[in-house]
Nanobody, 123 residues
Framework: QVQLVESGGGLVQAGGSLRLSCAAS????????MAWFRQAPGKEREFVAG????????YYGDSVKGRFTISRDNAKNTVYLQMNSLKPEDTAVYYC????????????????WGQGTQVTVSS
């Protein structure tokens, strides 16, 4: 059974940092494109960042470019999202997703999802 488990969310003040982790089990992510999405109340699920299976290519949503960094450790079967200079508008549930082919920008294209971790940024 495939499981993606996110951790690292929490409450932080504006300007602060958090590091999210996504640990996979039942799935070797080495050949998977991985991504982070987020969803705020009343809004659609939004692409945040994606990384190719090799880690050689990364992609970011416009609202997080220059502030967030996605990385992966295939040996640990884990993906990370380093979030710096956080803003109140970054408040959302953050989800980890795996795609058996390439990085996609639509949440509909992903094969596996985690349960999400809440990130709340206070002003």
């Amino acid at each position: 059974q495939v499981q993606l488990v996110e951790s690292g969310g929490g409450l932080v003040q504006a300007g602060g940092s958090l590091r999210l982790s996504c640990a996979a089990s039942g799935l070797t992510i080495r050949r998977c494109a991985m991504a982070w999405f987020r969803q705020a109340p009343g809004k659609e699920r939004e692409f945040v960042a994606g990384i190719s299976w090799s880690g050689g290519n990364t992609y970011y949503g416009d609202s997080v470019k220059g502030r967030f960094t996605i990385s992966r450790d295939n040996a640990k079967n884990t993906v990370y999202l380093q979030m710096n200079s956080l803003k109140p508008e970054d408040t959302a549930v953050y989800y980890c997703a795996a795609d058996l082919s390439t990085v996609a920008f639509s949440h509909r294209d992903y094969d596996y999802w985690g349960q999400g971790t809440q990130v709340t940024v206070s002003s």
